[in-house]
Structure formats: structure tokens, C-alpha cells
């Protein structure tokens, strides 16, 4: 069975500052891979996702993802972060067509 | 408007109770999933229906019914509400094709079972 490993609970990031989220997959075939945005009080949406190709994944608000089969990874990318980021994030793997999600990350943001 | 929504978006109740969750989506998508969001555990999937009078169990089904008698509507039903029911519910939907599809979510539900 597929599952994904988020091992940042909580990170906090200077407004304009880098970020970087952590994922990590296990499943045995060719992955299908996604992160989730969870503004406070709302539902999910699609950041962005990996399913063949170019290992560099663009999404939306400015974000990126890198899928490095290798480390059986799926880390999340923002180059400088806005107050707006703040929000939970979740990166999640299709198997079986459905979704596994990891446990998320809370991002802050900090003046 | 279109989309994907829930009903109600509150919801306490005691234990013991039946409450229904219900979900509507105005895509006409085929599949339907319910989760659940618990700190520590993320999303969940309770059930999924791949079509109209098709689900299947998730991860955590136990405790819950649904049914899908029509391709817009999935309700998600708690028997007998307990305490560990407390949770937030989101229905997502998304279309026939690729699994690598979008799933779309709803805003949720926020039950609580005193």
C-alpha cells in the first residue's frame, strides 16, 4: 500500500524568505504525486502535480515541486513567501485511484 | 453557482444520533469521495463512488453509510454518531479519465459529537 511521510508537523518562515516542504512517498510503481493547499477555514486545493516527465513541477502562487525518484521524494518549493502562504499544506500519492495524503505541514509566516 | 458543496457546514450533535452529511457537485463528475481531517492523521478516506449506485469502502468506512442514487448527490451518513466521529468531513469529486485528475474539494463540515 502506498503511503506519504511529512515530516515537518510546523515550519515558520520570514515573509520573503525561501521555503522548502518536505515529502516522501512509498509506493511500488511509477508515482502519481500532487500537493494540496489547505487555507484556514476552507478546502483543498491543487498546488500542483507529478505524473511523468519533467521532474520539475510548476503550480500555482509561484510554487514548485522536484520529484527525485532516487530519494523517493516530492519537496515543495516557494522561492520567497508571501503572508498570504500561511496555510497547511499536504502532499498526497494515487494509488489504486485513490489518494493518500500525508499528515500536512503548517506553514507561518513571520514580518 | 457550480461547483462542489456541503451541507451543513456546523453540525453538533449527541451520541447515538443519525446525522447525514450531504455533498453535491454540478460537474457531473463520476467519481465522489468523503474524508475525514483529524490532527495528526490528515485526510482519510471514509468511502468513494466511482459512479451512480457504485462505492466502496476507504480506509476508515466503519460507522458510516453512503449512498449514491444520484451522479451529483453522495450523503454521507453516521448511524450512531460517537465521540471519535468528531472530526471535519470534506467530499471531493472529480471526472471520469486519467486518475491523475483533479479531485476538487468542498469547504468541509465540522461535526461535533458530544
Known amino acids: 500500500a502506498q503511503s506519504v511521510t511529512q515530516p515537518d508537523i510546523h515550519i515558520t518562515v520570514s515573509e520573503g524568505a525561501s521555503l522548502e516542504l518536505r515529502c516522501n512517498y512509498s509506493?511500488?510503481?511509477?508515482?502519481?504525486l500532487f500537493w494540496y493547499v489547505q487555507s484556514p477555514g476552507q478546502g483543498l486545493q491543487l498546488l500542483l502535480k507529478?505524473?511523468?516527465?519533467?521532474?520539475l513541477v510548476q503550480g500555482i502562487k509561484g510554487f514548485e515541486a522536484e520529484f527525485k525518484r532516487s530519494q523517493s521524494s516530492f519537496n515543495l518549493r516557494k522561492p520567497s513567501v508571501h503572508w498570504s502562504d500561511a496555510a497547511e499544506y499536504f502532499c498526497?500519492?494515487?494509488?489504486?485511484?485513490?489518494?493518500?495524503f500525508g499528515t500536512g505541514t503548517r506553514l507561518t509566516i513571520i514580518p | 453557482d457550480a461547483g462542489i458543496t456541503q451541507s451543513p457546514r456546523y453540525k453538533i450533535t449527541e451520541t447515538g444520533r443519525q446525522v447525514t452529511l450531504m455533498c453535491h457537485q454540478t460537474?457531473?463528475?463520476?467519481?465522489m469521495f468523503w474524508y475525514r481531517q483529524d490532527l495528526g492523521h490528515g485526510l482519510r478516506l471514509i468511502y468513494y463512488?466511482?459512479?451512480?449506485?457504485?462505492?466502496d469502502k476507504g480506509e476508515v468506512p466503519d460507522g458510516y453509510v453512503v449512498s449514491r442514487s444520484k451522479t451529483e448527490n453522495f450523503p454521507l451518513t453516521l448511524e450512531s454518531a460517537t465521540r471519535s466521529q468528531t472530526s471535519v468531513y470534506f467530499c471531493?469529486?472529480?471526472?471520469?479519465?486519467?486518475?491523475?485528475?483533479?479531485?476538487?474539494f468542498g469547504p468541509g463540515t465540522r461535526l461535533t459529537v458530544l
Open positions: 471531493a469529486s472529480r471526472g471520469q479519465g486519467a486518475v491523475t485528475n483533479e479531485q476538487f
Open positions: 509506493y511500488g510503481a511509477t508515482p502519481y
Open positions: 460537474w457531473s463528475h463520476s467519481y
Open positions: 507529478y505524473f511523468s516527465g519533467d521532474t
Open positions: 498526497a500519492v494515487i494509488g489504486n485511484e485513490k489518494l493518500t
Open positions: 463512488s466511482a459512479a451512480a449506485d457504485i462505492t
